[in-house]
């Protein structure tokens, strides 16, 4: 059976190369290359993508061996309808391994058409590396090498400003445009790159917040077989998404103009301000995401569909949203519960397996980020703990123990965080600690919570009681106390 590239594909369009994305991963290919595809062929956006890669290589040769070529399987619900479709995505012309071709990434700087940059390297990515030196051959972390492409291209050009780039980043985090600029800054100071480079930061480059949201489960392993004999041909790069898609990117109105986003049936925005849509969407689509997962994990579930469909579960994940991460939001009422209603039907989204232990990677700083500012809230609102939401917190401490029932769970996270709750549960285990100990520490740990939890009133011991009934009798049966056996 043939490969999927151009040879074997001949119709692939070529455009002139607009973008540099940082980040050759499934999301980015699922998300903004489809959408330069939506562009190509609906508007005269006539772009393409050049792809680098902020860690290792092996994709970026594969992506190069297939001619940028990829399926992408859209799948879910649309317009009220399950519709499963497939399309080719012509929209990269090339990947560049910056440990074999540097000078590539050199001459693309000097490209008059360059205009964009994207990037997803996931939330440790935005962050700034002393070690880091622009006479490497290449800079260690994603700042450190956009900053080097930046002087590139303000070296080839000048200084123009009319040969500045628009930013976006598309990491999960706040504010990630200013804060990706505050690294560069940070950057350019450090290796006394000067400062008319530093006024051309300023002057001629924009960089744009951006939320992004679409459901990306990435390669089909479990259908890959049956996928390529539909296709005929064979495709390494194949990536799952869900239909539903949303980009919000904060700036200014002009970039409609060179993004031509309006009429394309594209849900990309372009506003002012995207503090609402990323607050509705964090606490409400992650922080249901990131809460559910160590609950139905230990419950015996393997992905959110079940999850969601589950006669107990269900119940559990549209109760902790409705009446407990929705209450403590801003905004229309009738808005929040249409985002709701929707975050919960892509949960069921019937195509799509997403696995909970792909989402528990990297889970305490996930359930810090997108639970506790709702737990807060919600305490501060109502003067009471939320009981779902704790009780999610107290199966997360229990997840970290690493067995579900006699199954070891392959714990993913920062090795520091894995050692800490390994030597603590060992603890518990010789009984050289006790589970209200256990809680009191990791609670009061601010480098895992940013803050010392344990302050907030009565939480300890809601954990602790929750923690020592999952450990009596399960947190099936756990669950059930929970809502005062009202679940059958």
């Known amino acids: 059976m043939q490969k999927l590239n151009k040879h074997n594909y001949k119709q692939a369009a070529v455009h002139p ?82 440990f074999t071709n540097y000078e590539q990434y050199k001459e693309l700087a000097g490209k008059e058409e360059l205009r964009f940059i994207v990037s997803n390297t996931t939330e440790a990515g935005i962050v700034f590396d002393p070690e880091d030196w622009l006479e490497d051959q290449s800079p260690k972390n994603f700042p450190g090498k956009l900053t080097a492409f930046l002087y590139y291209r303000f070296q080839a050009f000048s200084g123009d400003d009319s040969r500045g780039c628009i930013v976006i980043p598309c990491e999960l985090i706040e504010n990630n445009g200013e804060r990706l600029k505050e690294v560069v800054l940070q950057y350019a100071n450090h290796w006394n790159l000067g400062d008319e480079f530093i006024n051309w930061i300023h002057n001629a480059n924009t960089f744009c917040s951006s939320l992004v949201d679409r459901i990306v489960p990435g390669f089909p392993l479990d259908s890959v077989d049956e996928k390529t004999a539909a296709l005929g041909y064979k495709d390494e790069l194949m990536v799952v998404g869900e239909q539903y898609h949303l980009w919000v990117i904060e700036g200014p109105d002009w970039i409609k103009d060179e993004l031509p986003v309006a009429g394309t049936g594209l849900n990309t925005l372009i506003v002012d301000d995207l503090t609402p849509y990323r607050v509705r ?175 907030v009133p009565n939480l300890v011991s809601a954990v602790t009681s929750n923690l020592l009934t999952i450990e009596q009798i399960g947190v099936k049966e756990a669950l059930k106390e929970l809502y005062g056996a009202s679940i059958k």
Not at 41 to 65: A, C
Not at 297 to 322: A, C, M, P, R, W
Not at 354 to 365: E, P
Not at 398 to 426: A, C, H, V
Request: net charge negative.
């Open 17 to 98: 190369e607009k973008i540099l994305q940082f980040g050759e991963g499934n999301f980015l290919r699922a998300f903004v290359d489809w959408q330069v595809q939506v562009l190509n062929e609906k508007t005269n956006f006539n772009g393409s993508v050049v792809v680098v890669q902020p860690r290792g290589s092996e994709k970026i040769e594969r992506l190069n061996q297939q001619d940028g070529l990829f399926t992408l399987f859209l799948q879910g619900m649309k317009d009220g309808k399950p519709v499963d479709e497939h399309m080719v995505i012509e929209s990269i012309s090339r990947g560049i391994n910056l």
């Open 281 to 455: 969407k964090v606490r409400i689509l992650n922080g249901a995401h990131t809460a559910m997962t160590p609950v139905s994990y230990l419950y015996g579930l393997d992905t959110v569909e079940e999850s969601v469909n589950h006669q107990e579960l269900g119940v559990f994940i549209k109760e902790l949203i409705d009446n407990e991460i929705v209450p403590t939001l801003d905004g229309s009422p009738e808005e929040l519960a249409a985002f709701s209603n929707e975050v919960l039907n892509r949960f069921m989204n019937p195509y799509i397996k997403h696995y909970l232990l792909s989402i528990s990677l990297n889970s305490i700083s996930k359930f810090s980020t997108r639970n506790l500012p709702t737990l807060l809230d919600y305490v501060k609102q109502s003067g009471t703990l939320p009981k779902r939401l704790v009780f999610s917190l107290s199966c997360l401490l229990y997840f970290y123990r690493g067995k579900r029932g006699n199954q070891d769970i392959p714990l993913q996270d920062n090795s520091e965080i894995l050692q800490f709750f390994q030597t603590l549960w060992e603890k518990v285990d010789q009984h050289e600690l006790n589970m209200e100990g256990l809680v009191k520490t990791v609670l009061a740990n601010k480098q895992l919570w940013t803050m010392d939890l344990a302050s």
